[in-house]
């Protein structure tokens, strides 16, 4: 039986104050083994998303199937509201958890980061300096990597392809994207050209780089509104991450891009000294001072997508058009032949 009238029904949401959202999956389903220092890895994340993140930051974590101390650490943060919201669900897999995590809200900025990244300060205003300076930006890394160049980036290739902006700059902190290698146990990660220069596109003073990695990347938030797939099969991996989040940005005649410098730390599963030296020394950011980007609606066009993604893509990246492509936009010859690897 009902009595009364609901009071809520028909009332329209009040409007939000916040305008990003960073989304944070965690799989901690144990403390042994690979996961022995995944927590303390985890607090170091999010406590340097709680001192570099503007007050106008919503916090999203999704607990994907981890265990009872996680679950409690998770609680407790949701309890003092340092975090906003905490999903918990049985070990659906990464993406699916993301997937639940974005669904029923709507911001201009989305950040999808795993749960083994150390954000430095001004990540979010530099992020935004290059949504500002490209209209056409659909997914910032506050990491750079010489080696995302070709990584569903052909549209930038093709939209940009006589033109002077697209061009191999130097790159800007080296010892940032050594840090990464060695962050994946992969010292030679990167040779001696990737270390020296990166494929750019310009915008009178700002640089960006082409190419975005899937650690840590802020997307436009309608991207993902409506979204055209709400589960994947696949626990981590697979296809998940191209279909659910590169092929939506690509899709949309929208590019994938870095900042210039390096803004955050990939630490993978073991803690060492540098990260608790490097939590010490950010500053905490209480105000939100940026150059707010002024998105403009845009829709996929499955002509465009097949032309410059699909056509354009299986010409180009043939590896020897690469090497030619990579010569015409600055490469020597032996950095161009080096340069694909």
Not at 20 to 46: G, M, R, W
Not at 280 to 294: G, I, P, Q, S, Y
Request: glycine share 4%; with cysteine; proline share 3%.
């Amino acid at each position: 039986m009902r009595i009364g009238f609901n009071p809520h029904k028909d009332q329209k949401l009040s409007t939000s104050d916040f305008i990003h959202q960073v989304v944070i999956p965690v799989h901690i389903p144990n403390q042994e083994n690979y996961f022995k220092d995944s927590l303390a890895i985890l607090k170091i994340c999010l406590e340097s998303l709680f001192k570099t993140s503007h007050p106008k930051t919503y916090f999203t974590v999704a607990n994907n199937g981890s265990c009872r101390e996680v679950v409690d650490y998770l609680n407790e943060l949701y309890a003092l509201n340092k975090i906003h919201e905490v999903i918990h669900v049985s070990a659906i897999g990464k993406l699916n958890s993301i997937l639940k995590s974005i669904s029923g809200h709507k911001f201009d900025y989305i950040t999808i980061t795993d749960a083994d990244v150390l954000y430095l300060n001004n990540w979010q205003t530099e992020t935004y300096i290059i949504f500002k300076a490209f209209p056409k930006a659909g997914a910032v890394c506050p990491t750079p990597s010489s080696k995302s160049y070709k990584t569903h980036t052909v549209n930038i290739w093709f939209d940009l392809f006589f033109s002077k902006s697209l061009h191999f700059t130097s790159v800007k902190n080296p010892d940032a994207l050594k840090m990464f290698a060695e962050s994946i146990d992969n010292g030679d990660f990167y040779n001696r050209f990737h270390l020296s220069q990166y494929l750019t596109v310009s915008n009178k003073e700002i640089k960006a780089v082409v190419g975005a990695g899937h650690f840590a990347t802020t997307y436009r938030g309608d991207i993902f509104y409506p979204m055209e797939t709400n589960y994947t099969n696949y626990k981590l991996g697979g296809n998940s991450e191209n279909d659910i989040l590169d092929i939506p940005v690509v899709k949309k005649g929208l590019w994938r891009l870095s900042t210039e410098d390096n803004f955050a730390y990939h630490m993978g599963n073991v803690e060492e000294s540098w990260m608790n030296e490097k939590l010490r020394e950010l500053k905490a950011n209480t105000k939100v001072d940026f150059t707010h980007a002024d998105f403009k609606a845009v829709g996929k066009s499955q002509i465009n997508y097949w032309i410059k993604c699909k056509l354009f893509g299986k010409i180009i990246l043939k590896n020897y058009l690469i090497a030619l492509f990579l010569q015409y936009k600055g490469l020597s010859k032996e950095a161009s032949r080096n340069y694909n690897k």
